[in-house]
């Protein structure tokens, strides 16, 4: 008690003005900025990661993997948190674009399933930690089409000429093209390249649109009939519009991930890292798929998915149908300057 009673002493004979803590009220929250997909989160994880951290989320959005990486290409400061496809990630660190994760920072990374583990675009997952996975398929409109549709021969059959709409999304759509003549998504080999950009420029006719992240809404409105879209779009309308229908074309599709990663410009690192974790948590992980209705990277979400979402073939596709997916990876330099080049000649062909 005597030891206590003098150092109170020898502080209150301190002339140091005692430093008053500014009040709390006035302290402007930290902002964390998320740039990722439209409609890709529940608005309520947004709430409640703020009101526990003292935070404010600045949601941004942008419309494809190009557009984020042109973004932080340019040495975009604003963006904290960033979610790009698989074959991105690949770019994105190959460009210093993205600051590798203190692991301790984010226990939760236990919780995931050991299949998007280290996956080849970010061996160990330094960079980023994987946020939903999914496919590409045909949404369609069944009343509309008056038929099921099993195939992408379906999706080009003139008899849908110009009710049809595509993803303005390189990669994805040339892969989608490769796999319709039989060739891998990945190829460098020119010679396919330039029979699919032939393929595409032959149904210039066939094709409404090439649209962004919105070609679900295309479909709800009645805009078009089918439409190449991310599996989880498709669904959300679905809830709402009883003719609509999702599949994964016969002869193969696109399979994803989407990953969460940190710009190597962001200045809130720890707390980004805070949100990465969050998202891991195994009842935050099962909100934000319930949600979004996309596959859960998340193994310790699994028992709090509703019940419908885990039992549909469509977004938990079974092994045969896995057996035909297949991941886009980042091919070479001379590659991916022919499919841009290809693409944009695509698009010029459509437009002309």
């Keep these: 008690g005597l030891f206590l009673l003098t150092v109170l002493m020898v502080a209150c004979q301190s002339s140091e003005p005692a ?28 709430t409640s990661f703020e009101e526990e951290f003292g ?3 600045d949601y941004q959005v942008f419309d494809s993997d190009q557009d984020a990486l042109d973004e932080l290409r340019v040495g975009a400061t604003d963006y904290d948190v960033v979610v790009p496809s698989d074959f991105i990630v690949a770019i994105m660190r190959g460009e210093g674009l993205l600051a590798p994760l203190d692991k301790e920072a984010i226990p939760n990374a236990v919780n995931l399933d050991p299949t998007f583990v280290s996956p080849v675009f970010d061996p160990a997952n330094r960079y980023c930690m994987p946020y939903q996975w999914g496919t590409v398929g045909i949404g369609y409109n069944q009343e509309a089409v008056g038929r099921e549709i099993e195939s992408w021969s379906d999706f080009f059959d003139p008899e849908f000429a110009g009710r049809v709409a595509l993803l303005d999304d390189y990669r994805t759509t040339m892969g989608l093209a490769l796999l319709v003549l039989g060739y891998s998504p990945n190829t460098t080999n020119p010679r396919q390249i330039a029979e699919a950009t032939e393929f595409l420029k032959s149904h ?25 879209e991310w599996s989880g779009d498709v669904f959300q309308v679905m809830e709402e519009n009883p003719d609509l229908r999702y599949v994964i074309p016969a002869e193969g599709s696109i399979i994803w991930t989407d990953n969460v990663c940190i710009p190597a410009n962001s200045v809130n690192k720890n707390l980004a890292q805070q949100f990465i974790n969050y998202i891991l948590e195994p009842e935050v992980g099962a909100e934000l798929s319930n949600y979004v209705q996309y ?7 699994l028992p709090f998915i509703d019940e419908e979402i885990l039992n549909d073939p469509a977004i938990y596709p079974p092994e045969a149908v896995r057996e035909r997916l297949f991941f886009l990876v980042d091919v070479n330099l001379a590659a991916t300057q022919l499919y841009e080049q290809s693409w944009n000649e695509i698009l010029e062909e459509h437009s002309s």
């Design 204 to 228: 210039a006719d066939h094709i409404g649109a090439y649209t962004g992240d919105d070609g679900q809404d295309l479909l709800d409105s009645g805009q078009f009939d089918m439409v190449v």
């Design 295 to 301: 596959g859960t990277p998340n193994k310790a979400s």
């Design 19 to 46: 430093a008053t803590p500014a009040p709390v009220a006035n302290q402007t929250p930290p902002i964390l900025t998320v740039y990722n997909w439209d409609t890709y989160i529940d608005p309520e994880i947004v």
């Design 55 to 57: 935070v404010t989320i």
